[in-house]
């Protein structure tokens, strides 16, 4: 926002910018069944999805976009209304609408939420609460393959995009496999640092669910308590057969979701 000299005072009144949108092309197919306030909806989300309107833009008012578009009134409301309870928009008062931040759609593959994250554009960031050794309970031995009560190296991570909490990772790793530098950990994710160590990832063995936030959890994430959160707990291998991964996750589903592909069985 930059001023103006204004000539009823001689001082400077702000120059009110265009909102982020009046900078976007969308576009309505009349001649589609698709209702014209779910097209609108969809050319929104994916413009928030791809960091076309970053967190913070404003929207504009109802009236602009809808006298832009040749839409009623209600029709961009409703769209609107759509993205509002996703929790994509939020309406401000003596502000506007508002974006928040897109919703991280996670393919259910063999890559890491760092690096998934940067392909989104979403600039991950990585906070290690845990780096340390500890002995393997029942539960970390039997997914590594190892004795109960050998050594393993805990990681425990908060990963944030646009600085709000979306993720806390617990990673369980052999101690021997690579030198696991907090600094460094904090710079990248954690299978690129496997793959500069010369690891090679090859197959994994996943299980997503859900559950509620403790307090805890809440504080931590950002969520009330009670809020759903999305869990995963992962086994990755090398090429070689070895467990060289256990991982226990859980993820804000407001923010976060996984995505499956599925094929029909012959």
Not at 87 to 110: A, D, F, I, N, W
């Amino acid at each position: 926002m930059s001023d103006f000299p204004d000539p009823r005072t001689g001082g400077y009144s702000p120059r009110v910018s265009k909102p982020e949108s009046a900078l976007l092309d969308f576009a309505v197919d009349r001649s589609s069944p698709v209702p014209l306030y779910y097209q609108l909806a969809q050319q929104l989300e994916g413009a928030i999805e791809h960091g076309r309107l970053a967190p913070g833009s404003l929207l504009g008012n109802e009236i602009e976009l809808a006298g832009r578009l040749g839409l009623s009134r209600p029709t961009v409301r409703q769209a609107i209304q759509s993205l509002v309870d996703k929790g994509l928009l939020v309406r401000r008062r003596g502000v506007g609408t508002q974006v928040v931040h897109s919703q991280v759609k996670r393919p259910l593959e063999l890559s890491s939420l760092y690096d998934d994250l940067q392909a989104a554009g979403q600039s991950p960031a990585t906070q290690v609460r845990r780096n340390e050794i500890q002995a393997a309970s029942a539960e970390v031995a039997a997914a590594l393959g190892v004795a109960e009560g050998s050594e393993v190296v805990l990681l425990e991570r908060l990963r944030s995009t646009y600085g709000e909490p979306m993720a806390y990772l617990s990673n369980y790793i052999p101690p021997d496999l690579l030198n696991l530098d907090t600094a460094k950990l904090e710079a990248t994710g954690l299978y690129r640092l496997m793959r500069a160590a010369g690891v090679t990832l090859h197959s994994a063995q996943q299980t997503v669910g859900a559950r509620s936030a403790t307090p805890d959890e809440g504080k931590l994430l950002a969520e009330d308590p009670g809020a759903a959160l999305l869990t995963m707990r992962r086994t990755t291998y090398d090429d070689k057969g070895r467990a060289v991964e256990y991982g226990t996750h859980i993820y804000r589903a407001s923010r976060y979701a996984f995505e499956f592909q599925l094929l029909v069985r012959s």
